[in-house]
């Protein structure tokens, strides 16, 4: 008897693959949310629904929803592989320029529509209600055909043919005409001949059909690893690169250093009144915290005779220690307890042997000190509107500049033009100058540009540093 499957809705499987979505969304590097959810979710929101829960093929991504999880790992693998990468070298630098986000955007068409006849090569796709077979070039996605409707899955006795052009047609349904008017002619051409592509290299292999052909190779092989090692595909807790960002910031002390001491010894016990301390303790003034503490528990009229003979059994048991073992230098008694090596000596308590509340680390973390040049906390009004429109890289270099500089590890200087920047300094954040140059000039940001620095007018050098009176 043959097992029926359940379609599985578009946004459940959005869901199920949520954290690989968001490594593609970083990789657009779009504007804004609504520009990648337009151009990017949903065209994987399409495929999605193209698919519905049925696998890719009998070898690879074989459990209900393969394919769509296939369709996610190939596109960001092919992005991730896309990143370092150069298109349109033989172009003037002005139009590739403006035509390299337009590769960006068709290495991850191109890796979406490459395997969307695959499950219909090697299956026959079923509709239980009245035995229909699935046909993509006639009846387009499965999800809307399928409806809620169980299905079977029987597999061909041989599966159909590759046929890249049927690939590339049913691609341009699932894509749609408003999206592909949006490239231009070279960019198209080589999309499309980059779908489905060949296993092999070929002798004119454009840099696009060499991008999807490894992400192919690298999701193939990913699975096979996975099946080899008889285990399900590792779902990856990737973490937001906000979320990383905020926990990489340093953390403030919470309490004064005086708290910090008062915290360590019990509240119970009312501290003695002080006495004089000795010369050698007046000769530290590093131990001058644990000295003070020390000397209050001390009793006058301990001799010196007491260190050559040690103390006694009952002086032991006494909450209060010999003065004169107080008055020890340090380079004969070495500190026997953690509270003690860190400055923060406890009182007469702890000889008696009671217990002592234990030390938090972090809390005794001081904050850093500002350097001079500190700007003032990050305006993030003043940040939407002087940025508004740029990429996220461009947002990302000037909170990264104005925290380095507030820091003192970055060195920018006003002058009477504006903001001078070294250009080794852009270039040591992963960004070239020129890529900087381009969009602050676009939307008149930029005063200058000389052999080994650029020029930013006050509004976009305030973000960075405030300008001094």
């Known amino acids: 008897m043959t097992v029926l499957h359940s379609p599985i809705e578009a946004a459940t499987l959005i869901a199920d693959h949520q954290r690989r979505v968001d490594l593609i969304e970083q990789c657009a590097n779009e504007a804004g949310k609504a520009e990648f959810q337009r151009k990017w979710l949903a065209i994987l929101q399409r495929c999605a629904g193209w698919f519905s829960s049925m696998p890719l093929n009998p070898e690879i991504y074989r459990e209900p929803g393969g394919a769509f999880r296939c369709t996610v790992e190939t596109a960001f693998y092919a992005m991730w592989l896309a990143g370092g990468k150069k298109f349109g070298t033989n172009l003037p630098s002005e139009k590739r320029r403006r ?10 068409l191109a890796a979406v529509c490459s395997r969307l006849d695959e499950p219909y090569r090697h299956f026959t796709i079923e509709r239980e209600s009245d035995r229909a077979a699935w046909n993509p070039s ?3 996605p499965a999800g809307p055909w399928l409806g809620s409707a169980p299905y079977r899955v029987a597999r061909r006795s041989a599966p159909l043919p590759i046929e890249r052009m049927r690939t590339g047609m049913l691609a341009q349904m699932l894509i749609g005409s408003e999206l592909l008017t949006g490239l231009d002619a070279e960019v198209l051409s080589e999309l499309f001949g980059a779908i489905n592509p060949s296993t092999k290299p070929l002798e004119a ?5 060499k991008v999807i052909r490894q992400a192919v ?7 096979r690893k996975a099946q080899r090692a008889v285990f399900e595909p590792v779902q990856f807790s990737v973490p937001s690169a906000i979320h990383v960002a905020a926990q990489l910031q340093p953390a403030a002390a919470a309490a004064a250093p005086a708290a910090t001491v008062s915290a360590v010894a019990p509240a119970s016990t009312p ?6 301390a000795s010369p050698a303790q007046a000769a530290r003034p590093a131990q001058a915290l644990s000295a003070s503490v020390a000397a209050s528990a001390t009793e006058p009229g301990t001799g010196p005779s007491d260190l050559q003979s040690g103390p006694p059994a009952s002086v032991a048991a006494s909450p209060a220690p010999p003065a004169a073992q107080m008055s020890l230098p340090l380079s004969q008694s070495e500190p026997r307890t953690l509270l003690e090596a860190i400055g923060c000596a406890t009182d007469n308590s ?23 040049n500190t700007a003032s906390p990050e305006p993030t009004a003043l940040f939407e509107e002087v940025l508004k429109g740029t990429p996220n890289m461009i947002r990302e270099l000037f909170k990264a500049l104005r925290e380095d500089v507030a820091a003192g ?8 033009k504006g903001l001078a920047i070294p250009k080794r300094l852009i270039g040591s954040y992963g960004v070239a100058s020129d890529t900087l140059v381009e969009h602050l000039r676009k939307r008149s940001l930029l005063v200058g540009n000389d052999q080994g620095e650029i020029t930013l007018g006050p509004r976009a050098g305030q973000l960075i540093m405030d300008k001094p009176a």
Not at 217 to 223: G, L, M, P, S
Not at 353 to 366: N, S
Not at 409 to 416: C, E, F, G, H, P
């Open 217 to 223: 190779d690298t999701a193939v092989e990913f699975d």
């Open 99 to 108: 035509i390299e986000p337009q590769y960006n955007y068709a290495v991850f």
């Open 138 to 140: 006639v009846n387009g």
């Open 409 to 416: 590890t970055a060195k920018v200087s006003w002058n009477d």
């Open 350 to 372: 702890t000889a008696a042997g009671q217990h002592v509340a234990a030390v938090d680390p972090a809390a005794m973390r001081t904050s850093p000190v500002p350097a001079d």
């Open 205 to 209: 292999e454009s840099l696009l059909h």
């Open 271 to 276: 501290p003695a009144p002080p006495a004089a």
